[in-house]
Nanobody, 129 residues
Framework: QVQLVESGGGSVQAGGSLRLSCAAS????????MGWFRQAPGKEREGVAS???????IYAEPVKGRFTISRDNAKNTLYLQMNSLKPEDTAMYYC???????????????????????WGQGTQVTVSS
């Protein structure tokens, strides 16, 4: 059974940094597409960054150059390094695992069809101005 546990969220001032982690268990982690998605109050869920099983990455335009996604297949852990944080980055951040298609398919479809993947419980990120 897929289990995903996020950590590392918190409250920071604009310009600060946070590093999110997602500990994965119960599945063949290295064979899965992994991603970070977020949802702010009153807004739709959106992709932040993802990394496929071949290491290819996708980033949302608003976070390019500020966020870095990485995965450690030996530790079954997904990371998101977030620098130069902005108030608009405030949201609940979720770790997602999926398989059966390539990353672009999940990137496009997971926000509206969350049943395509397995989700963690989320970790809150709050950025104050």
């Amino acid at each position: 059974q897929v289990q995903l546990v996020e950590s590392g969220g918190g409250s920071v001032q604009a310009g600060g940094s946070l590093r999110l982690s997602c500990a994965a268990s119960g599945f063949a982690y290295s064979n899965y597409y992994m991603g970070w998605f977020r949802q702010a109050p009153g807004k739709e869920r959106e992709g932040v960054a993802s990394i496929d099983r071949d290491g290819s990455t996708i980033y949302a335009e608003p976070v390019k150059g500020r966020f870095t996604i990485s995965r450690d297949n030996a530790k079954n852990t997904l990371y998101l390094q977030m620098n130069s944080l902005k108030p608009e980055d405030t949201a609940m951040y979720y770790c997602v695992a999926a398989r059966g298609a390539w990353g672009t398919y999940f990137w496009r479809n997971l926000p509206s069809r969350p049943q395509l993947g397995s989700w963690g419980q989320g970790t809150q990120v709050t950025v104050s101005s």
